[in-house]
């Protein structure tokens, strides 16, 4: 398992469980962007006692820890893919609308400005989707 995340749980006191550690290496094995179904449907072999509502609320974990990233897509549902920014540092991901692959950029101005049209600014969240090279 990669190291960036099992630090991102220690930073954020939560343990490293084999059904956390199956779900992060599951994302790994995959890289790309997942429905919590999905990641289900692909360890319950492995977990017989795994419910859907667990890999619900461990991916809530992991994207509040900055593990994961979350989107919703056009089709209303949410997916999740992996946060590769080693830092917290502010960052943006961009998703591939053919295979689910997922990039990451910084180039975002938005924590500069302090008011947009009269609003204070307190937060953002910014979804980018495209196509990747190797879906053209």
């Given amino acids: 398992m990669n ?3 099992l630090n991102k749980l220690r930073e954020n006191n939560f343990k490293l469980t084999p059904k956390r550690k199956a779900i992060i290496d599951f994302f790994l094995k995959k890289d790309r962007y997942l429905t919590p179904e999905t990641v289900w449907r692909g360890l319950k072999k492995k977990f017989i006692q795994l419910g859907l509502p667990s890999i619900y609320r461990n991916l809530e974990l992991f994207s509040k820890c900055g593990i994961l990233a979350k989107i919703q897509r056009p089709d209303r549902k949410l997916y999740y893919g992996l946060c590769h920014s080693k830092k917290n540092n502010h960052h943006h991901h961009i998703i591939c609308i053919k295979c ?3 990039g990451e950029f910084s180039d975002c101005d938005l924590l500069k400005k302090k008011t947009i049209n009269g609003f204070k600014i307190t937060n953002h969240s910014l979804q ?3 196509i990747c090279l190797k879906c053209r």
């Fill in 3 to 5: 190291e960036l995340y």
């Fill in 100 to 102: 689910g692959k997922v």
């Fill in 128 to 130: 980018i989707e495209g």
